[in-house]
């Protein structure tokens, strides 16, 4: 019984996994398409959010960006994997580096080049590059994700991992409403960068277990040759 669960249970993850890329697939062929209904609720996003600006919360949203950059996520992503790597769990940084870095920066990177969406026009803070998807909620969903799989994988206090569940998904509304009260996206950009990398993180975590296995057969020993 307790294998034809988590049999169903592994269904349903991939299932919940794929959802959500299919779920990103049409966000992004609306704005291809440049439909009108996501136009208004982008419109709509934006008033909500943006209602009554004042130089105090766009101080706080400015600094919230500039710690959820894609820079800083790196920097942080790469300060775990080192110390995992000299903490002789080579194989798990490896795998926890490759899928931030695929996850959380290459593929939303080309997605963003393919679909070249402009940036909003009313920027709070004058921001750069393509619109969509939202490099600073990519590369946020995709290293706390990643260090949500840790903390679980290391830790059997639950009041450890709620805590740590709340924080996160707290942190990243935070970033996303950041984003787009500065005007530097819309609400479909960083709602699609949720959904692209929260499913594409969640399949590498899904497929650690091999993954990790050809980290230490392959990667590994042309490493240490």
């Known amino acids: 019984m307790e294998a034809g669960g988590n049999k169903v249970l592994q269904r349903k993850t991939m299932y919940l996994y794929s959802?959500?890329?299919?779920?990103?697939?049409?966000?992004?062929?609306?704005?291809?398409?440049?439909?009108?209904?996501?136009?208004?609720?982008?419109q709509v996003g934006s008033q909500v959010i943006q209602n009554?600006?004042?130089?105090?919360?766009t101080a706080i949203y400015?600094?919230?960006?500039?710690?959820?950059s894609p820079t800083t996520n790196l920097i942080l992503a790469t300060i775990i994997f080192l110390m995992l790597f000299f903490m002789n769990n080579k194989v798990k940084a490896i795998f926890f580096f490759g899928s931030f870095l695929v996850?959380?920066?290459v593929i939303p990177y080309i997605i963003k080049h393919l679909v070249r969406r402009e940036r909003p026009i009313h920027q709070l803070v004058s921001e750069t590059g393509y619109s969509f998807p939202s490099g600073h909620v990519a590369s946020a969903v995709a290293l706390y994700v990643l260090i949500l799989w840790l903390v679980?994988?290391?830790?059997k206090r639950s009041n450890l991992k709620n805590v740590s569940v709340v924080?996160?998904?707290?942190?990243?509304?935070?970033?996303?409403?950041?984003?787009?009260?500065?005007?530097?996206?819309?609400?479909?950009?960083v709602t699609a960068s949720l959904l692209l990398c929260s499913g594409l993180t969640g399949m590498f975590i899904y497929y650690s277990k091999p993954l990790e296995e050809i980290i230490g057969r392959r990667i590994l020993s042309l490493i240490e040759k």
């Not at 049409?26 to 398409?33: E, K, R, Y």
């Not at 600094?63 to 959820?68: D, F």
């Not at 924080?167 to 819309?186: C, E, K, N, S």
């Open 152 to 155: 679980f994988q290391g830790s």
């Open 52 to 57: 009554n600006p004042s130089s105090q919360l």
């Open 62 to 68: 400015e600094n919230i960006s500039a710690m959820s």
């Open 103 to 105: 996850s959380g920066a």
């Open 167 to 189: 924080l996160i998904v707290g942190w990243i509304i935070i970033v996303m409403l950041a984003r787009v009260y500065l005007g530097a996206h819309y609400l479909s950009d």
């Open 19 to 42: 959802g959500m890329l299919f779920l990103f697939s049409i966000i992004g062929l609306n704005v291809i398409i440049q439909t009108d209904g996501l136009k208004k609720i982008d």
